[in-house]
């Protein structure tokens, strides 16, 4: 037996000797009564960030993607491809990623405007990148052995980037873990004890937590049903106990709700809600969270994976989710020689370009005061009696005139970010929107920043959907309120309402109408196998059948009949299932248009 096996039956007897899920002996900690202050000053250095980077590297990047002839994997590879134990574990003596270089990655997070690093210390298919006492199945029994953990965290320092830690509670490789996948017929399940894996997983964040600090545990894998509740708030306690100042995700518990990623009501644990690939449609006031996305399509590096998302389009998503107050973590699948993806590094350098002039319009800024603006989005910082307006506008306007609507404030004093003079710009107001006399040009293509300055509390009146000057109204489906399990879901090529599976289930927009008169209703729509849906304007109704689109990512465009619209502030339209026959349909905005 050699000496690491030696230590680490050494180290797992004296876990197995302590009571269980306790912090060294010491009876845990309940975190839940911390005040607010001390959660403020906890979280105060993450709300500053609002922007980090997420890496997924194990043993996975080996395949790259491809197993037998297909090349639709990543991380989940071990499982998607059902790929036996024995077969796995041969990928340990093949991770070898010579040009792993930690300063190179911390220096690029750095490049891009990233204030914190979140790397998988290990995924669900149990690898580790460090060398723990607790186990083989780590980065020490490769030909690397080097500790990837310990170098990253180093060049993190370097670069004052925060280093943070993935750490996933699905494990498919420890004996203890169940359930096993359902594919692993052979694999028996004899004597495994779920309690001793516990052990097992806290004396591995004990490591983590005591050799690398992370400022934050980011958990997953949470979602199967031999991990509870009561075990996420012990888990909770416990590495706060480990380090009180440190940050949890919400998927350390259950309370998580799905891919919109927020905590559901009750006493679950977690320090910011995670939706993954997608972005809440509205600001969600004293709620942290971070929105994780890939940069294409996986997660784990995939040589077949091209749908790398535009820099622009990660620029507007940087600034969409901080307007909306919260953080964007953004992520990086590195190959397995330890290089990133030169598509990862040429957006990173892109990102960094537009950080460089707009960076203080991000980095601790808050939600937006507006609901929506036509141009584009705002973020703000408040000091005292000033409040600064970030104005973020990717729609430049042709006619030299930025119009804020619905800022009634009368004056303020405009800049434009990228101008180092601060050369102040004109300003009018009519006491229901401030128009800004810009330049004829953007300052930049995917999107300019307009600086405003107000004295005095701000007095804005949100403006609702409004008729267009041709008559148009245009009722998205970020914008329906809805009622029931029918929500609005966005992420990749989603940005509809969805989950309709409840035809009691309903959506309701409102909207201010000066032109009132007959509109044709006009909806963009996608249904697997079909349904009907109604439109209702007061006592007016408007009917159609949605025709079976195959897919519910593939959308049409149905007219479902016409209503009288009347005028007025508040107009509302409500669509409704038809009850029989009916299958869920995906919603992508409805559309009034004038009847000529
Ligand atoms: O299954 C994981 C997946 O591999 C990836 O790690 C994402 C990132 O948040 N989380 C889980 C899927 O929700």
């Known amino acids: 037996m050699n000496m690491k096996n030696i230590r680490l039956e050494i180290t797992l007897a004296l876990a197995l000797a302590l009571p269980f899920v306790t912090n060294g002996g010491a009876a845990l900690r309940d975190f839940s009564k911390e005040t607010p202050e001390q959660r403020d000053r906890r979280m105060a250095w993450w709300r500053e960030a609002r922007f980090g980077m997420f890496i997924h590297w194990g043993l996975y990047a080996i395949p790259a993607g491809e197993w037998q002839g297909k090349k639709d994997h990543a991380e989940w590879i071990r499982t998607t491809a059902q790929i036996p134990l024995e077969e796995y574990d041969k990928f340990v003596p093949q991770f070898n990623p010579t040009n792993f270089n930690a300063a190179r990655w911390a220096q690029l997070a750095k490049r891009a405007g990233m204030k914190y690093l979140v790397i998988t210390s290990k995924h669900h298919d149990g690898f580790c990148l460090w060398d723990s006492r607790l186990t083989e199945f780590d980065v020490a029994s490769t030909p690397f052995k080097r500790d990837i953990l310990k170098e990253l965290n180093e060049a993190c320092q370097k670069e004052g980037i925060r280093f943070c830690t993935y750490h996933s509670i699905m494990d498919w490789h420890h004996p203890d873990y169940l359930p096993r996948r359902d594919w692993e017929k052979t694999r028996s399940t004899e004597g495994a004890d779920f309690n001793r894996f516990r052990k097992y997983l806290e004396g591995q964040l004990a490591e983590i937590v005591a050799n690398y600090n992370p400022g934050v545990l980011w958990f997953d894998g949470e979602w199967e049903n031999t991990w509870t509740h009561e075990m996420g708030k012990a888990l909770y306690d416990y590495v706060r106990g480990l380090n009180p100042r440190i940050i949890i995700n919400n998927r350390v518990d259950k309370g998580r709700q799905g891919m919109q990623g927020m905590t559901a009501k009750g006493e679950f644990r977690g320090d910011f809600g995670t939706p993954e690939q997608e972005i809440p449609p509205q600001g969600l006031p004293g709620v942290d969270w971070e929105s994780c996305m890939t940069m294409n399509r996986y997660w784990g590096w995939n040589k077949a994976d091209t749908q790398w998302k535009s820099t622009e389009d990660l620029v507007h998503k940087l600034v969409d989710i901080a307007s909306k107050g919260g953080n964007f973590l953004l992520n990086i699948g590195p190959k397995a020689d330890g290089t990133f993806p030169e598509e990862a590094i040429e957006r990173l350098e892109g990102i960094g370009r537009w950080m460089d002039v707009n960076s203080q319009a991000i980095y601790g800024t808050q939600a937006s005061p507006f609901k929506r603006l036509p141009w584009g989005r705002c973020t703000r910082k408040s000091s005292g009696n000033q409040t600064t307006l970030y104005l973020h506008v990717f729609d430049w306007p042709g006619d030299g005139k930025l119009i804020v609507p619905g800022l009634k ?120 196998e079909g349904a009907t849906i109604e439109a209702r304007v007061g006592k007016l109704r408007a009917r159609s059948r949605v025709p079976a689109t195959r897919d519910y990512g593939q959308f049409q465009v149905i007219t479902l009949g016409t209503v009288d619209v009347p005028a007025g502030d508040v107009v509302r339209l409500n669509l409704h299932a038809v009850r029989d026959g009916w299958r869920p349909v995906n919603v992508k905005s409805i559309k009034l248009q004038p009847v000529e």
């Open 409 to 528: 404030n009368k004056t303020a004093k405009a800049w434009l970010l990228a101008d180092r003079a601060r050369k102040s710009l004109a300003t009018s107001s009519d006491g229901h929107a401030l128009t800004i006399t810009v330049p004829g040009e953007a300052t930049d293509p995917i999107s300019s920043t307009v600086v405003l300055e107000i004295q005095g509390p701000l007095e804005i009146e949100q403006i609702g959907l409004a008729q267009a000057a041709d008559g148009t109204v245009t009722l998205p489906a970020g914008e329906a309120v809805t009622h029931g399990e029918l929500k609005y879901e966005s992420g990749g090529n989603r940005d509809n309402l969805g989950f309709w599976t409840n035809p009691n289930d309903w959506a309701a927009w409102e909207f201010k109408v000066t032109q009132p008169g007959k509109f044709l209703v006009i909806a963009e729509v996608a249904s697997v």
